[in-house]
């Protein structure tokens, strides 16, 4: 099951997920969108950095800047400068370009997603394949969760001409600090589902080691609590077939499988105290007894782990747990592309706030006054 993580699905009393395996009677593996997940970070990054409450569903930043746009001169953008960079970024500043470029040379589902990647290689320093240009700023409501990580970088290539407070102007260095620096790396590497445990095991350190403290311990507490699905004992065996884990970690996870003793329940996620020395942490120290229910659920036969790990890739029986295991869908971006959808629809009656709002009203009490109304039975209102 590939699920976005909110309470509906994943309740465990009467969570769809945990419904769907009642129904069917046995055990599903449970795939969190890992979209939904970084969507989720974005968005507590975002309160953090830019603790901006709003009464309504437009972020009022984002208007102001949205209602200057004409009057920016768009070839005065800024880069950012070493200072404002992570110091592990600032000494791989060119091989982070060269990682967004390599995503943009591939195909990207949505315009904002490839928006995001151009964007994020301008304020490096970089130059994408289609040149430098931008885009008017579009939707920008709470729904439009990309839009928020759109509209900050944008904001701070225009930082100068965007007549921000001192305080806007700390927040959005802040947030677009974070995001070039660790998230954009993360949400672009999110598909791979061999990857999904080690990405998750690095994103928990890189939270914990991020030189805003502030920033940090908001972050790792609610991801090290809610968020580490690829980290469980049933998830965590991907890791198996993900090509860049070392033959060595390999190995200690094969050794754990054996002495590791796991729950009775399987886990559906692991929870891991932040006090600990997460730097000498390894994905070994996730996988139990309990970790061999992932192949059991699957289907796969997992006699290649009885051979030399160099031997895997000729094993007929790796290969088709390999395929099996690629095929996996760890992202569920079916909701945010009906938000899109959906905005994309409403501009097609109406570019005015004011008008969709009446429409909005209007077809609210046509709802109440004709609730059985249907396809067959349309009626106007007066």
């Known amino acids: 099951m590939c699920f976005d993580t909110t309470a509906s699905n994943t309740g465990s009393r009467s969570g769809a997920c945990l419904l769907i395996e009642q129904q069917l009677g046995r055990d599903l593996l449970n795939v969190a ?3 939904h997940v970084l969507e989720l970070i974005a968005a507590k990054a975002y309160a953090v950095c830019l603790n901006t409450p709003s009464s309504g569903p437009q972020i009022p930043l984002f208007i ?3 209602d200057k746009w004409d009057l920016i001169d768009q070839d005065q953008h800024e880069i950012m400068p070493d200072d404002h960079l992570t110091e592990a970024i600032r000494h791989s500043r060119n091989n982070l370009i060269a990682g967004l470029k390599l995503h943009l040379s591939q195909f990207q589902p949505r315009d904002d997603y490839r928006e995001l990647l151009e964007l994020s290689v301008i304020v490096l320093g970089g130059m994408p394949a289609r040149g430098i240009r931008f885009r008017r700023p579009g939707a920008h409501h709470h729904a439009r969760w990309m839009a928020k990580l759109i509209y900050a970088v944008k904001i701070y290539l225009f930082l100068g001409q965007a007549n921000l407070t001192a305080r806007e102007s700390a927040g959005i260095l802040q ?3 974070f995001i ?3 998230y954009v790396p993360a949400w672009y590497a999110a598909p791979s589902p061999t990857s999904a445990p080690a990405n998750d095991l690095a994103l928990l350190k890189d939270f914990v080691g991020y030189e805003d403290k502030s920033l940090a311990r908001a972050l790792a507490d ?4 809610r968020h580490l699905w690829y980290l469980s004992e049933s998830l965590v065996p991907l890791a198996f077939f993900d090509e860049d884990v070392s033959l060595g970690r390999k190995r200690a996870m094969i050794e754990a499988l054996s002495s590791n003793e796991g729950s009775e329940d399987l886990t559906k996620r692991a929870v891991v105290d932040l006090k600990a020395d997460l730097s000498q942490k390894t994905l070994a120290d996730f996988v ?7 192949f059991v659920t699957l289907g796969i036969d997992d006699g290649f782990l009885e051979t030399d790990l160099a031997e895997w890739h000729d094993d007929p ?3 088709a747990a390999a ?3 690629n095929g996996i869908r760890v992202l569920n971006d079916f909701a945010e592309r009906v938000v899109a959808l959906m905005e994309d629809y409403n501009l097609t009656l109406t570019k005015d706030e004011d008008q969709t709002q009446y429409i909005l009203q209007v077809l609210e009490a046509h709802r109440g006054r004709f609730p059985d109304a249907n396809k067959s039975t349309v009626t106007r209102p007066h």
């Open 317 to 319: 029986r790796y290969i």
């Open 180 to 182: 070039v620096s660790v």
């Open 288 to 294: 139990t007894k309990s970790s061999r229910m992932f």
């Open 175 to 177: 947030y677009v600090k």
């Open 222 to 225: 609610g991801f090290a609590r």
């Open 33 to 35: 969108c890992r979209h």
């Open 323 to 325: 395929r099996k295991v």
């Open 64 to 66: 102001r800047f949205q």
